[in-house]
């Protein structure tokens, strides 16, 4: 068996062989025929209006558009039938319009309105024209420049000073003036008494109290807060930009949009005494009763800072040594117009204006320094012009940026200083009772009855944020301008980064306070408050040096990082703050 199938198999592959030779000498022969057996030649014909498909004028410039190489391959492409989906018409009549192709306004194009005039029509409105940026900053600033231009800690710019207890307490500084006495009728010629105990000074013409040294109110009077202040801020900013073309070349474009800020801002403070004094020799009375400072002292308070807080307490005033807000800031909407299309050495030529509204929350004058998120309830508007230029070089694109601001007057809360004034002493001894002054807060205990005090007109406090009254305050912010000038480095260490470095100064003038009379009660209303002081800190200036570093991916997206430092100024804190950002263009 085995035998006659190996003959079988060696007669029949030469058979086998024999065909398969002459059928590829067959194919080989006859390849036009069999080539219009499966797809028959299509005879050309001259192209008429309908059929023509494209018709584009010789193009001189260097390169060709994408859209246009897309036409050209599906013109020189052969005819091929095409499947009509149900419901289509197989054809249709070709209608002609002369368009202008966006890539160059000066070469015409004449498309049918068919499916190349629809495709083109898709890539324009596919253009790129919204653009979300979003951002995150935090700074943080623990120094600042005071009226003078020197760098001093945060706590000396914020309140212009530094602050001692006589600063924000009216009594202990009339005492520590030698203006407040235990004795109603002192000889006229002792009402300049001096200011500390004389040796020996006893009996009941020399009581305790009589003298400044007694007044543990005066010797604490000169005693500094050192306060030490903090402020941090996180924020961040979702914004969207549209552009659109505002000519029909594009050479001049407008760009809208807004800015809505999520802050958190922190304000840390603190104070540890410095200065100031509670003993003074014993004062031994006539029936033997030791009495000093130091005894009336803690017979009211546990300790300095009971001392402070029970000053402030009597003023509806609270102390906190950290304070957060979180919330929404102050919404921005902004519009400009950009004519760097029509210069050919200019990447943007932006004229515009900004928007910012009150949308943050207001400060309530309810305690020291509190955090406001935004610029505390005004709107403001800010004309600005900025310039990018190009050059051959990739290391040398200056930037110019001018902005100038003003604010619409509002009215706000605000710790004010008032004028306490005493005329109307007891004319037989130049010397009223204390708790008769209009006016004059005096939360101890000791001093409530018995004591007097001669004339004066003085202002309750020295510094902001600690005056007895908190009331309604007209604000008409002080103009304001911004100088910044920088450079880019394009393909930065040649990775392809965008480098910019910018110097910017600020300058704002004094802002101009008064009483809201509309919105006060009449006592409020009759008297006389020190807005000076406020008006005089507003003023300000700063000089900042900023970087960053951008980074734009294939898929148009647009990656930086940066920082911004306040190297000088006035008024200001020394601000540093770092960002990262996001940019997505769709």
Same mark, same amino acid.
């Given at each position: 068996?085995?035998?006659?199938?190996?003959?079988?198999?060696?007669?029949?592959?030469?058979?086998?062989?024999?065909?398969?030779?002459?059928?590829?000498?067959?194919?080989?022969?006859?390849?036009?025929?069999?080539?219009?057996?499966?797809?028959?030649?299509?005879?050309?014909?001259?192209?008429?209006?309908?059929?023509?498909?494209?018709?584009?004028?010789?193009?001189?410039?260097?390169?060709?558009?994408?859209?246009?190489?897309?036409?050209?391959?599906?013109?020189?492409?052969?005819?091929?039938?095409?499947?009509?989906?149900?419901?289509?018409?197989?054809?249709?009549?070709?209608?002609?319009?002369?368009?202008?192709?966006?890539?160059?306004?000066?070469?015409?194009?004449?498309?049918?309105?068919?499916?190349?005039?629809?495709?083109?029509?898709?890539?324009?409105?596919?253009?790129?024209?919204?653009?979300?940026?979003?951002?995150?900053?935090?700074?943080?600033?623990?120094?600042?420049?005071?009226?003078?231009?020197?760098?001093?800690?945060?706590?000396?710019?914020?309140?212009?000073?530094?602050?001692?207890?006589?600063?924000?307490?009216?009594?202990?500084?009339?005492?520590?003036?030698?203006?407040?006495?235990?004795?109603?009728?002192?000889?006229?010629?002792?009402?300049?008494?001096?200011?500390?105990?004389?040796?020996?000074?006893?009996?009941?013409?020399?009581?305790?109290?009589?003298?400044?040294?007694?007044?543990?109110?005066?010797?604490?009077?000169?005693?500094?807060?050192?306060?030490?202040?903090?402020?941090?801020?996180?924020?961040?900013?979702?914004?969207?930009?549209?552009?659109?073309?505002?000519?029909?070349?594009?050479?001049?474009?407008?760009?809208?949009?807004?800015?809505?800020?999520?802050?958190?801002?922190?304000?840390?403070?603190?104070?540890?005494?410095?200065?100031?004094?509670?003993?003074?020799?014993?004062?031994?009375?006539?029936?033997?009763?030791?009495?000093?400072?130091?005894?009336?002292?803690?017979?009211?308070?546990?300790?300095?800072?009971?001392?402070?807080?029970?000053?402030?307490?009597?003023?509806?005033?609270?102390?906190?040594?950290?304070?957060?807000?979180?919330?929404?800031?102050?919404?921005?909407?902004?519009?400009?117009?950009?004519?760097?299309?029509?210069?050919?050495?200019?990447?943007?030529?932006?004229?515009?204006?900004?928007?910012?509204?009150?949308?943050?929350?207001?400060?309530?004058?309810?305690?020291?320094?509190?955090?406001?998120?935004?610029?505390?309830?005004?709107?403001?508007?800010?004309?600005?012009?900025?310039?990018?230029?190009?050059?051959?070089?990739?290391?040398?694109?200056?930037?110019?940026?001018? #902005?100038?601001?003003?604010?619409?007057?509002?009215?706000?809360?605000?710790?004010?200083?008032?004028?306490?004034?005493?005329?109307?002493?007891?004319?037989?001894?130049?010397?009223?009772?204390?708790?008769?002054?209009?006016?004059?807060?005096?939360?101890?205990?000791?001093?409530?009855?018995?004591?007097?005090?001669?004339?004066?007109?003085?202002?309750?406090?020295?510094?902001?944020?600690?005056?007895?009254?908190?009331?309604?305050?007209?604000?008409?912010?002080?103009?304001?301008?911004?100088?910044?000038?920088?450079?880019?480095?394009?393909?930065?260490?040649?990775?392809?980064?965008?480098?910019?470095?910018?110097?910017?100064?600020?300058?704002?003038?004094?802002?101009?306070?008064?009483?809201?009379?509309?919105?006060?009660?009449?006592?409020?209303?009759?008297?006389?408050?020190?807005?000076?002081?406020?008006?005089?800190?507003?003023?300000?200036?700063?000089?900042?040096?900023?970087?960053?570093?951008?980074?734009?991916?294939?898929?148009?997206?647009?990656?930086?990082?940066?920082?911004?430092?306040?190297?000088?100024?006035?008024?200001?804190?020394?601000?540093?703050?770092?960002?990262?950002?996001?940019?997505? #263009?769709?």
């Amino acid at each position: 068996m085995k035998i006659k199938k190996v003959i079988t198999i060696a007669v029949a592959l030469p058979l086998v062989i024999n065909l398969w030779a002459e059928n590829v000498v067959v194919q080989l022969e006859m390849p036009k025929q069999e080539k219009k057996i499966v797809q028959p030649k299509i005879q050309k014909r001259a192209p008429s209006k309908q059929d023509k498909v494209l018709v584009v004028s010789q193009r001189t410039q260097k390169g060709v558009s994408k859209r246009h190489k897309r036409i050209a391959k599906r013109k020189n492409a052969p005819t091929r039938e095409k499947k009509v989906s149900p419901g289509r018409l197989s054809s249709a009549p070709v209608d002609y319009r002369t368009l202008v192709d966006p890539d160059d306004s000066q070469v015409p194009m004449t498309l049918p309105l068919g499916h190349e005039y629809y495709h083109m029509l898709l890539d324009k409105a596919a253009d790129t024209r919204w653009a979300l940026i979003t951002s995150a900053y935090w700074s943080l600033a623990f120094k600042g420049y005071d009226d003078d231009h020197c760098l001093v800690p945060l706590s000396r710019s914020i309140f212009g000073k530094d602050v001692s207890i006589g600063d924000i307490f009216l009594l202990g500084r009339l005492m520590n003036d030698n203006l407040v006495s235990i004795l109603e009728s002192f000889p006229a010629p002792y009402v300049t008494r001096p200011l500390e105990r004389p040796q020996g000074a006893v009996g009941p013409f020399n009581p305790f109290g009589a003298f400044r040294s007694d007044q543990y109110p005066a010797l604490l009077a000169s005693a500094l807060l050192n306060l030490e202040a903090e402020q941090r801020t996180f924020c961040v900013n979702i914004g969207a930009t549209y552009r659109f073309d505002v000519t029909c070349s594009g050479s001049i474009q407008a760009f809208v949009g807004m800015n809505l800020p999520i802050e958190e801002r922190l304000h840390v403070l603190d104070f540890a005494f410095k200065g100031g004094s509670l003993y003074r020799p014993i004062f031994t009375s006539n029936n033997t009763i030791r009495d000093n400072p130091l005894f009336a002292f803690y017979n009211q308070f546990s300790g300095l800072e009971d001392y402070v807080n029970s000053i402030l307490t009597d003023k509806d005033l609270a102390f906190k040594a950290r304070q957060r807000r979180i919330g929404v800031g102050d919404i921005s909407l902004f519009g400009l117009l950009d004519f760097a299309g029509l210069f050919k050495h200019m990447d943007g030529l932006q004229v515009g204006l900004n928007v910012n509204l009150p949308s943050g929350r207001k400060d309530d004058a309810t305690t020291v320094w509190q955090p406001i998120l935004g610029n505390g309830g005004g709107t403001e508007f800010d004309l600005f012009f900025q310039a990018l230029f190009n050059s051959p070089s990739p290391v040398f694109n200056p930037t110019l940026r001018l #902005v100038g601001g003003f604010t619409k007057k509002f009215s706000c809360v605000q710790r004010v200083g008032r004028q306490i004034v005493n005329n109307n002493p007891n004319a037989n001894f130049g010397r009223s009772a204390l708790q008769d002054v209009a006016n004059l807060k005096n939360p101890l205990i000791d001093f409530q009855n018995g004591y007097f005090v001669d004339g004066f007109s003085l202002f309750d406090v020295n510094v902001p944020f600690f005056a007895d009254t908190a009331v309604p305050t007209e604000i008409k912010r002080g103009h304001r301008f911004l100088v910044s000038v920088g450079n880019y480095v394009y393909n930065f260490l040649n990775l392809g980064f965008r480098f910019g470095a910018f110097y910017d100064f600020s300058y704002k003038r004094s802002d101009h306070l008064c009483l809201d009379t509309d919105n006060c009660c009449p006592a409020i209303a009759d008297g006389t408050f020190d807005f000076c002081l406020l008006e005089r800190l507003s003023r300000c200036n700063f000089h900042r040096f900023s970087w960053n570093l951008t980074y734009k991916l294939r898929n148009l997206i647009e990656l930086n990082v940066g920082s911004s430092h306040v190297i000088a100024g006035r008024n200001t804190p020394r601000v540093n703050e770092v960002y990262c950002g996001f940019v997505a #263009v769709f």
